[in-house]
């Protein structure tokens, strides 16, 4: 596997149900990120690791909970979801640094398709 | 505060055509970045460039170039002779310095025509 990888790519839940989505980063990146996309709006990022660590959370409501048990991995818990949840969900990595510098170049994964019923 | 704006929301042009995307960037910063990407349809991003503001060298790569210009807050994307497989969304989107976060325009949808 190359680049970053997501699971699964498609995923209809209803709104009781608890699923996980899964992103890979096979980079040597060290920042990983979140990001909703829906129909006609802006990319919305949702949340930010840096080394492991949150850094970033958007006003994300709590339904979301990411995970980041590694530099190469992260999850997105979903719980109780809404039907406005309903959304491309793209996970994307950057190199990242101790110091915070930013500007680094965004690698993306493909995206889940996510509707909630 | 920081600000894109990709004003052309869809485009269409039939293919060998040149095609001009137009962003716009508002930013308090003297160091940010600004980045171009792909979206076709399949959904994954495609990074296509990062600039940084000290820099405005137009580029050129292949079909593709930008022309960065500071005086006007633009960052302006030109495909040559265009091709169907060019058939995407594209997004601008700026970076300061110090900060991971991204802001993204709304994106233009190029349809490109045989």
């Known amino acids: 596997e190359t680049g970053v990888t997501q699971t699964p790519r498609h995923l209809v839940m209803g709104m009781t149900n608890k699923k996980s989505l899964k992103c890979e980063q096979h980079?040597?990146?060290?920042?990983m990120y979140w990001y909703k996309q829906s129909a006609k709006k802006p990319l919305e990022l949702m949340f930010v690791?840096?080394?492991?660590?949150?850094?970033e959370n958007n006003s994300v409501p709590s339904r979301f909970s990411p995970e980041c048990p590694n530099s190469s991995h992260l999850f997105l818990h979903l719980h109780t979801l809404q039907p406005e949840d309903s959304a491309l969900y793209l996970c994307?990595?950057?190199?990242?640094?101790?110091?915070?510098?930013?500007?680094?170049?965004?690698?993306f994964g493909p995206g889940t398709r996510l509707t909630v019923l | 505060a920081q600000k894109v704006t990709q004003a052309q929301t869809e485009i269409s042009v039939v293919e060998k055509e040149d095609v001009t995307l137009d962003c716009v960037y508002e930013t308090r910063d003297t160091t940010y970045y600004l980045f171009w990407y792909k979206q076709p349809p399949s959904g994954e991003l495609v990074f296509l460039i990062r600039r940084n503001s000290f820099d405005e060298q137009n580029e050129i790569s292949g079909r593709y170039s930008w022309n960065f210009q500071k005086s006007t807050s633009s960052f302006n994307f030109t495909i040559t002779a265009s091709q169907v497989v060019d058939s995407a969304v594209y997004f601008c989107?700026?970076?300061?310095?110090?900060?991971?976060?991204?802001?993204f325009g709304t994106g233009t949808r190029l349809k490109v025509l045989a």
């Open positions: 690791y840096n080394f492991k660590e949150q850094t």
């Open positions: 994307a990595s950057s190199q990242g640094s101790m110091g915070g510098q930013g500007g680094d170049t965004q690698y």
């Open positions: 980079l040597g990146h060290n920042a």
């Open positions: 989107a700026l970076s300061d310095s110090g900060t991971y976060k991204y802001i």
